[in-house]
């Protein structure tokens, strides 16, 4: 069974800017939760979505937001990027909304 | 407090040694544990998942839990190179509330040759 996948791998831009992240969960998999990974922070929880539906939500800026497909593939956006977002983004998905995790290889986002 | 403590580390052992790392945590409604391994530049890669308190083995791994004490620990025997990485402890509640996981922000491990 292939594994969850984001796109893209590795991303630069530059500050007032705006990104557009994706994630493809593993197969049959209806939940997708996005991190943000710095190395002063750690994980940080974003959001998370199940069936189509945002059903948590971290303490991040409205800046960030995300939304998820019908297939269960989701995508996060963040608005006038600042130097401070520059962080691996990573997306894990499980069965529900509630079972292990499984991440994907994360999105490097570099703003200048 | 944070609710998920953990040495970051770096911690370095000679290869072959025993690796002990360890985890503590604040919230009783933490249910399961889980222990991720992270290489650099790559995402968490899954290694053990417990519910219960007592010890999983999996491999050279030792997954245990002490829900009395709210401690967790992960034992590396016969440690190689190849463990090299960052270990994230993981948690998750029980009901829904907030955030469902909660993570450690990780132990870096260097077994050297």
């Known amino acids: 069974k292939a594994g969850v996948t984001q796109t893209p791998r590795y991303l630069i831009k530059t500050r007032g800017q705006q990104v557009t992240l994706s994630c493809s969960p593993i197969s049959g998999h209806r939940s997708v939760s996005w991190y943000q990974q710095t190395p002063g922070q750690g994980l940080q929880f974003l959001f998370e979505y199940f069936s189509e539906t945002q059903r948590n939500k971290g303490n991040f800026p409205g800046r960030f937001s995300g939304r998820q497909f019908s297939n269960s593939r989701s995508e996060m956006n963040v608005s006038t990027l600042e130097l401070g977002d520059s962080a691996l983004y990573l997306c894990?998905?499980?069965?529900?909304?509630?079972?292990?995790?499984?991440f994907g290889p994360g999105t490097r986002l570099l703003v200048l | 407090q944070k609710e998920v403590e953990q040495d970051p580390g770096p911690l370095s052992v000679p290869e072959g040694a025993i690796v002990s790392l360890n985890c503590t945590y604040s919230n009783s409604a933490f249910q399961y544990f889980m222990w991720y391994r992270q290489y650099s530049r790559k995402g968490p890669e899954l290694l053990m998942y417990t519910y219960s308190s007592g010890n999983k083995e999996d491999g050279r791994f030792t997954a245990q839990v002490d829900k009395s004490s709210k401690y967790i620990s992960l034992f590396i025997r016969d440690s190689q190179p190849s463990d090299s990485a960052t270990y994230l402890c993981?948690?998750?509640?029980?009901?829904?509330?907030?955030?469902?996981?909660?993570f450690g922000p990780g132990t870096r491990l260097s077994v050297l040759p």
């Open positions: 993981a948690m998750r509640r029980e009901y829904n509330y907030g955030q469902n996981f909660v």
């Open positions: 894990a998905s499980s069965l529900y909304s509630k079972e292990t995790q499984y």
